[in-house]
């Protein structure tokens, strides 16, 4: 496994156990995330609140975890399941009601002098949608 690829496994599990201090590490103070819902938010500590504040409304985790990586080892894809429960209705979304998901997603973590420049979510988000509407 490449540096990167570590980093990316370290963060997705820092994720799972909600631990923000550790995701702060791994960051670069400038990082740019381009959220699954299209806003890019720039900076650390703007990111690390973004995460907890999706946290808030969506009690999800990832697993079956896949990481790939460039040829230069400055981009890293992780393909994951995330499973979780809607538990507080985020605006832009269908009324939370405790629905449960499980949907494919990617994380896409870009790095520069080893810390986190970028990071990307993405999935479907019209089947994501779907789900949350039943």
Same mark, same amino acid.
Request: proline share 2%; no cysteine; hydrophobic share 45%.
């Given at each position: 496994m490449t540096d990167a690829q570590t980093i990316a496994s370290r963060f997705m599990q820092?994720?799972?156990?909600? $631990? &923000?201090?550790?995701?702060?590490?791994?960051?670069?103070?400038?990082?740019?995330? $381009?959220?699954?819902?299209?806003?890019?938010?720039?900076?650390?500590?703007?990111?690390?609140?973004?995460?907890?504040?999706? &946290?808030?409304?969506?009690?999800?985790?990832?697993? $079956?975890?896949?990481?790939?990586?460039d040829a230069f080892g400055q981009r890293v894809a992780v393909d994951v399941t995330a499973r979780g429960h809607y538990r507080e209705t985020m605006p832009g979304f269908p009324e939370a009601s405790g629905q449960s998901y499980s949907i494919p997603s990617v994380f896409v973590f870009e790095f520069e002098n080893g810390a986190v420049t970028r990071l990307s979510h993405y999935r479907n988000i019209r089947v994501f949608e779907k789900a949350l509407a039943r």
């Open positions: 820092a994720l799972n156990e909600r $631990d &923000f201090e550790t995701i702060g590490t791994f960051l670069d103070e400038d990082v740019a995330l $381009d959220s699954l819902t299209g806003l890019r938010t720039i900076g650390a500590g703007p990111l690390r609140m973004g995460v907890m504040s999706y &946290f808030r409304h969506f009690d999800e985790s990832f697993s $079956d975890m896949v990481l790939m990586h």
